[in-house]
């Protein structure tokens, strides 16, 4: 679904913020875990195609990011941690937008603004949103379209506990239409028992593990471990 070949990624020439050699991310939920500053946002942002590899290459479903744009982002969401919206066009406006360019019916766009509880402001421009209602509607673009590959990151950052239900919903949902969800998150009790793998990063390095054969009454725990680095560094 997801794979990094022989990735590096630097802000800075000759200083890699993330370097990755093999990795192969498949269908189900895979939390991304791990300090603050330790290259999370960074890989997600990677895998959404915010940010181009300094070195080798990130596919989606065997397309490259940089290379095959249309196909690799055609089922792709991303949900960053900050709302990241032009500001001057509605809210209405933005989910056509992303139908369009998702190759759905405009329908789709009415319905994930209805689902996010923001069909009523749809005439607004995103600077007259809170910025809970900002989220809300970067939430309802990952709705429209059968998204494959679904990148969440903070998601449940200042949501109130509507919002947080609503996130839940969203995860188990794609999880369960075989799409590969990311999840970076600092708050790891609300995804656990869904997770079928971790990624642990720590220092730009990553650690990937399958936990599907942890028992689920020891599976926070060793999550926990994975994000606290008992693994990343191995």
Not at 78 to 103: C, F, K, S, W
Not at 149 to 170: G, I, S, Y
Not at 177 to 205: K, M, Q
Request: aromatic letters at 4%.
């Amino acid at each position: 679904m997801i794979t990094f070949d022989d990735v590096r990624f630097s802000y800075v020439a000759d200083r890699a913020a993330l370097t990755i050699q093999r990795l192969t991310i498949d269908p189900g939920l895979t939390l991304v875990v791990g300090p603050n500053g330790a290259g999370k946002s960074t890989m997600l942002r990677l895998i959404a195609g915010v940010e181009r590899p300094t070195t080798g290459t990130v596919c989606i479903d065997g397309h490259d990011l940089w290379k095959e744009e249309v196909a690799a982002r055609r089922g792709l969401a991303y949900v960053p941690e900050h709302p990241e919206l032009t500001p001057y066009a509605t809210i209405g406006d933005t989910a056509l937008l992303v139908a369009g360019l998702r190759g759905v019916d405009p329908l789709e766009a009415v319905d994930a603004l209805h689902r996010a509880g923001l069909l009523p402001l749809a005439h607004r421009t995103v600077r007259e949103l809170s910025m809970g209602q900002r989220r809300r509607a970067l939430l309802a673009t990952a709705l429209i379209g059968d998204a494959r590959v679904l990148v969440l990151d903070e998601p449940l950052e200042t949501m109130d506990q509507e919002m947080r239900a609503f996130v839940h919903e969203l995860v188990r949902e794609r999880r369960a239409a075989g799409a590969a969800v990311l999840v970076a998150t600092h708050e790891i009790e609300p995804f656990a028992g869904d997770a079928d793998a971790v990624i642990a990063v720590r220092d730009g390095v990553v650690h990937h593990e399958s936990i599907g054969g942890v028992p689920a009454g020891d599976r926070l725990a060793h999550i926990i471990s994975l994000a606290r680095g008992a693994e990343a560094d191995g």
